[in-house]
């Protein structure tokens, strides 16, 4: 029965981590060029961009900018077996925490237009509620470990700890809470990312970079600045 019981703290943890944070309004603006009379064309020699009836010729390419990666090396079979779980479970979270930091930012807008407290909170709720229905059966799945990771992606894409997005949007009360309740399962809502400092979060930060690269995961800014290649650096004097 206690195992029961701590299975199902745990889980609810975890449901309330994610369904807090993307309960967070979420709009997506995309803008057209066409739109603003902007089109680039591509000859076989040069590049042309066509504004507004006059042709411009370009001769060069914009090139967004490309770290190059080290190849991985592992001091034992072991080493390499963690860096593949690490590797598997920070994909598989790092979504949330993305789209936890795009309706975190939402929200703010959206509640800062509205003056009255009724209709903020009622707002909120209403966000949550259709949210929690999406996103719950997703999150029950979650391990231990991939909350954590997940609690550290948030971080990284927020800038603020859980504990501190539950305390400003609910209360320091129940921010406590879960705080207490987490750290039954190994779960500190606290956890902040530091990728300079704790060697976990520079093979996340890693895993991330070649998953970026690849294309197997949609790249979103850090809330603050990470120089991957002087955090390799880094490491690699270690």
Do not use: C
């Not at 590049?47 to 990666?69: K, N, Q, S």
């Not at 979060?201 to 890693?206: F, K, T, V």
């Amino acid at each position: 029965m206690v195992l029961a019981a701590t299975s199902v703290m745990k889980r609810n943890l975890l449901i309330y981590i994610g369904v807090f944070l993307l309960s967070l309004n979420f709009s997506v603006q995309a803008q057209d060029e066409r739109e603003n009379g902007v089109v680039e064309i591509d000859s076989s020699e040069r590049f042309f961009y066509f504004v507004e009836g006059d042709t411009i010729p370009r001769e060069f390419i914009d090139l967004e900018e490309v770290v190059l990666l080290n190849k991985l090396e592992f001091t034992s079979k072991e080493d390499r077996r963690r860096y593949l779980i690490l590797r598997r479970k920070t994909r598989k979270v790092y979504p949330y925490a993305k789209l936890a930091a795009e309706r975190l930012l939402s929200l703010q807008q959206r509640l800062d237009s509205i003056e009255d407290k009724r209709l903020r909170k009622k707002y909120t709720k209403r966000i949550q509620k259709y949210i929690e229905g999406e996103f719950s059966e997703r999150l029950k799945k979650l391990t231990r470990t991939e909350g954590q990771i997940l609690v550290k992606l948030i971080y990284r894409q927020t800038g603020r700890t859980a504990f501190d997005l539950v305390k400003e949007l609910r209360t320091g009360w129940r921010a406590f809470w879960y705080n207490t309740t987490a750290s039954m399962f190994d779960i500190s809502l606290k956890k902040e990312y530091k990728p300079f400092e704790v060697k976990e979060d520079y093979l996340i930060e890693d895993i991330l970079e070649r998953s970026f690269q690849a294309n197997l995961l949609e790249r979103q800014k850090p809330a603050f600045d990470i120089d991957f290649l002087d955090l390799t650096d880094h490491w690699d004097k270690q």
